[in-house]
């Protein structure tokens, strides 16, 4: 596809590349020689470059994969080799990486297994379900996918899914895909020894028939079994202990904590060894629950694959990948991915605060040119506090004065507001620039996604002091190790640290 043209030869950075100036035909994305097969090499490149698909092609492309996922059950049964992936979160260029022949393995020779929320967060969630959809038209007995808690059209809507669908198609679009997100199975049956879900188990869940009982085909309840396979942790306590069986999960709002006790009980009933789960961030990539003993298997197993989560973590992403009875987690470093501005704002908008800033610095020092005279001796901010302590002074007095002095100080009294007004609005102007992002978090982070009234003008301190309010929201994705089966010797277990050397 033909990139985009610089016909007046006035691009800026030369030595990146344009983005294709079209949509990807869809003569190119279906090619007659695949069958009605999306071309996923061509996608993935295209998207790579930052160029987009045509609406009726994406629907197209959704419709045709809905057909696969609608005839999958509840709970898929799938035997090694096999790759697990955990979050994505719109994380597009770290799942190119993640696809590689050296980390998760070729799709075209690897079964994958991905674990659900391949959205919100990052900006590129669209490319990520396009590509994963055409991947999984082109291996349909190969690729599967499990429902994650960001599946869903409450979180989709307060973070930042649905507003990417409609900064980059429309309100249609958004609603197609969440309908899609309804068909994702729940629940994967690994060798017939080990579960894998997005969240964790629940107080409900006593057999695997009980997963298969759910009626899937619709937005997570609030509460319930499907509502846990979602959501519910593991509890972080190094001996997986717990005064009850479940413990009310507040720092998620929803669902519950299990530990140790409800786990193996779980597994032994069901004769499993391990539940494999994401859902949360981990430094490494991933976390072993060994709740047994430092030499048994692990319990649980939590696996991320977002390094470098939201752009700030400094995380590894992991896969785990089974193959020969044998579980290796493949660890590797992120991908430098091209900068949009926050909420997908255009440069003008972004830029306002930059503007207005500069325009209340002019009214300022007009402001001062009107006090001075016509002396041409700048005032520096300690005169004009002075100038406003003294006029107040003046204003409070009581005393009998002519029409002429009342006059002159009702003029001072209003350059006084003005200068007060002006000022004001430079130290809001001066947060909006210097605290731009700490602003957008805050804003994202409050119920009504509106700042707290008055937070502009008390400045940085104020911005922050609020924002640590909100820091369970990052613990919430925070918490929380690759191995053979509990019968295999321990020296099989392997960990692959990715290179330090990162590409340029």
């Not at 003046?394 to 006084?416: F, P």
């Amino acid at each position: 596809m033909d990139l985009l043209k610089d016909p007046v030869n006035d691009r800026q950075v030369k030595t990146l590349k344009p983005p294709p100036h079209r949509p990807l035909s869809r003569n190119l994305m279906f090619p007659d020689k695949l069958k009605n097969k999306p071309d996923w090499k061509l996608i993935r490149d295209h998207l790579q470059k930052e160029g987009r698909i045509a609406k009726e092609d994406l629907f197209k492309l959704v419709a045709d994969c809905n057909k696969l996922l609608k005839n999958e059950g509840n709970v898929l049964y799938l035997q090694d080799p096999l790759t697990v992936v955990g979050d994505i979160h719109g994380q597009y260029y770290d799942l190119l990486k993640l696809l590689e022949p050296k980390v998760g393995g070729n799709p075209e020779n690897t079964k994958y297994l991905f674990l659900g929320d391949f959205v919100d967060r990052g900006s590129y969630s669209i490319e990520v379900i396009v590509l994963m959809y055409a991947i999984k038209l082109n291996f349909q007995n190969s690729v599967f996918f499990l429902r994650g808690n960001h599946e869903c059209r409450q979180l989709t809507a307060f973070f930042n899914f649905k507003e990417e669908c409609l900064y980059k198609y429309d309100q249609e679009t958004y609603e197609m895909l969440m309908d899609s997100f309804d068909l994702f199975p729940l629940a994967c049956i690994i060798n017939s020894k080990f579960i894998a879900i997005h969240g964790g188990i629940s107080p409900d869940l006593k057999s695997i028939d009980d997963i298969k009982k759910i009626e899937r085909y619709h937005e997570p309840p609030r509460q319930g079994l499907f509502c846990d396979l979602l959501w519910s942790d593991p509890v972080d306590q190094e001996q997986g202990y717990l005064d009850t069986a479940w413990k009310s999960n507040e720092v998620r709002g929803c669902s519950w904590f299990f530990g140790g006790d409800s786990a193996n009980k779980f597994l032994q009933r069901n004769n499993l060894i391990s539940i494999i789960r994401a859902h949360e961030a981990q430094l490494d990539g991933y976390k072993m629950h060994r709740w047994n003993g430092g030499q048994d298997f692990p319990v649980v197993i939590t696996i991320f694959s977002a390094p470098n989560y939201c752009d700030v973590y400094n995380n590894r992403g992991a896969v785990i990948k089974f193959e020969n009875n044998t579980l290796n987690i493949q660890q590797y470093q992120y991908t430098p991915h091209p900068y949009l501005l926050p909420n997908f704002m255009d440069i003008f908008t972004w830029s306002i605060p930059f503007v207005s800033e500069k325009i209340t610095e002019m009214l300022y020092h007009i402001l001062q040119t009107d006090i001075q005279g016509d002396d041409d001796e700048q005032i520096s901010e300690q005169d004009i506090q002075q100038f406003k302590q003294l006029t107040k002074q003046a204003g409070l007095q009581k005393q009998s004065t002519t029409g002429s002095s009342q006059g002159a100080q009702k003029n001072t009294e209003k350059l006084k507001n003005k200068i007060k007004f002006v000022s004001t609005m430079m130290k809001m102007q001066r947060t909006l620039r210097e605290e731009r992002e700490s602003i957008i978090q805050l804003k994202g982070a409050c119920p009504d996604k509106r700042l707290p009234r008055g937070i502009l003008m008390k400045g940085k301190d104020a911005i922050n002091d609020q924002l640590a309010d909100f820091t369970t929201a990052k613990s919430v994705d925070l918490i929380n190790e690759k191995m053979p089966y509990a019968q295999i010797p321990q020296e099989s277990i392997q960990i692959k640290k990715p290179s330090t050397q990162r590409k340029k």
